[in-house]
Structures are given as C-alpha cells and as structure tokens.
C-alpha cells in the first residue's frame, strides 16, 4: 500500500457533513423513550439531525457499547466526520498526537518500525473498532503509524472536543475515559500474552 506522503493528521482526509450520508448511515429508528419519540415528530434543526445521525453510527462501535442512546448522542456533538482514500495516513510514528478515532466503514492497518527501521505491520482495525485513545489521556507522541487500506468513514473525536466534554459533562467524561483503559488494559493483556508465547518458543 503506498502511503500518502504529502500530508499527514487530518489534513489527508475529507470532512463529511452528516446531513449527507442520510443513504449510508439513516437515523436511529428505534427510540428508549416516549419523550425522545415525540421530539421527533417535530422538525429537527440540522444540527439536531446532525448529531442523531452521527449517534446511530457511533451505537454500533465497541466502545460505546455500554453506554446508554442518551449518552451517545451527547457524545455525538462533539464527534466530526471524515473520509479516508486508501492510502490515507491518519497519523505517523512520532507525530504529536491530539485525536483518536472510531473506524465506522472500511479498513485501517497499524504499522511500526522495528530497530532495524523496518516497517512492521502490526494490527489491521476494523469497523467498530476504535485507535489513537492513548494521546486522549497522555498526549505523548503517537507510538505507530495509522493507513487507510481501503476507502473507510472515521469518527473523530479531538483532544480538545474531550477536554470540552470533561468541562461540560464531568460523569460522562469519566465514564469515557474508563472505557478507554478498559480497552488499553485489554490489548496490554492481549500483546504481553502474545510476548510470553514468543519467549517460550
């Protein structure tokens, strides 16, 4: 896969308007509540239309999958949307980091050098998942390379956009930020486990 060197971060994607994946992503159908129906029988301002539709994307991925509709959609104002053309890197090792993302279609490969400076595939993401937490809590360089291998819809969410939620919505915040260790805790398992098959092969 050649890899787009000209650009890198954000810049080498394509920012989406929500209101015009209506055919891709359609709104939620099913609501939790007699209250959120009825609102939705009365015309909704875009932005409204906007964050619904981001919320019913956002529900499917793993790591809002213990989060209430409600708390979804308040996440989803503070979520943009991009596109990426294979061969797109959303970030390089190194780099400063200030977002992560939620891979919503398509397909993205993890690369790492190793320390002969060879690049390395280490993991391919797929649709649901999520990458890039890691700079939301310690924003330290990025520790690989992130590349579209196919064309793929990302949820972004910014380090700035998180600190926003944290002053906004303080619970919420927290309970964001504990899904994210529970997922770093999972891959730390998941990698150390692989490590201590290699060392006793």
């Given at each position: 896969?050649?890899?787009?060197?000209?650009?890198?971060?954000?810049?080498?994607?394509?920012?989406?308007?929500?209101?015009?994946?209506?055919?891709?992503?359609?709104?939620?159908?099913?609501?939790?509540?007699?209250?959120?129906?009825?609102?939705?029988?009365?015309?909704?301002?875009?932005?409204?239309?906007?964050t619904a539709r981001?919320?019913?994307?956002?529900?499917?991925?793993?790591?809002?999958?213990?989060?209430?509709?409600?708390?979804?959609?308040?996440?989803?104002?503070?979520?943009?949307?991009?596109?990426?053309?294979?061969?797109?890197?959303?970030?390089?090792?190194?780099?400063k980091g200030d977002?992560?993302?939620?891979?919503?279609?398509?397909?993205?490969?993890?690369?790492?050098?190793?320390?002969?400076?060879?690049?390395?595939t280490v993991t391919?993401?797929?649709?649901?998942?999520?990458?890039?937490?890691?700079?939301?809590?310690?924003?330290?360089?990025?520790?690989?390379?992130?590349?579209?291998?196919?064309?793929?819809?990302?949820?972004?969410?910014?380090?700035?956009?998180?600190?926003?939620?944290?002053?906004?919505?303080?619970?919420?915040?927290?309970?964001?930020?504990?899904?994210?260790?529970?997922?770093?805790?999972?891959?730390?398992?998941?990698?150390?486990?692989?490590?201590?098959?290699?060392?006793?092969?």
């Amino acid at each position: 896969m050649a890899l787009n060197n000209n650009k890198t971060s954000l810049e080498s994607l394509e920012l989406l308007e929500p209101e015009s994946l209506k055919a891709e992503f359609p709104e939620r159908r099913q609501q939790p509540s007699g209250a959120v129906q009825e609102r939705r029988q009365h015309i909704q301002k875009p932005s409204e239309v906007a964050t619904a539709r981001i919320a019913a994307m956002l529900e499917k991925a793993q790591m809002f999958k213990d989060f209430e509709w409600a708390q979804i959609e308040i996440l989803s104002g503070y979520i943009e949307l991009y596109r990426a053309a294979p061969g797109a890197v959303l970030f390089r090792e190194g780099d400063k980091g200030d977002f992560m993302c939620i891979v919503l279609q398509g397909k993205l490969e993890i690369h790492k050098e190793n320390n002969q400076h060879v690049d390395k595939t280490v993991t391919t993401v797929f649709a649901g998942r999520s990458l890039g937490e890691m700079t939301i809590v310690d924003g330290e360089p990025r520790s690989a390379t992130a590349v579209a291998i196919e064309p793929s819809m990302l949820a972004v969410l910014t380090q700035e956009n998180f600190l926003q939620i944290m002053r906004d919505r303080p619970a919420l915040s927290a309970k964001l930020l504990l899904k994210i260790a529970q997922l770093l805790s999972q891959r730390l398992r998941l990698t150390s486990g692989i490590l201590v098959d290699y060392l006793e092969s």
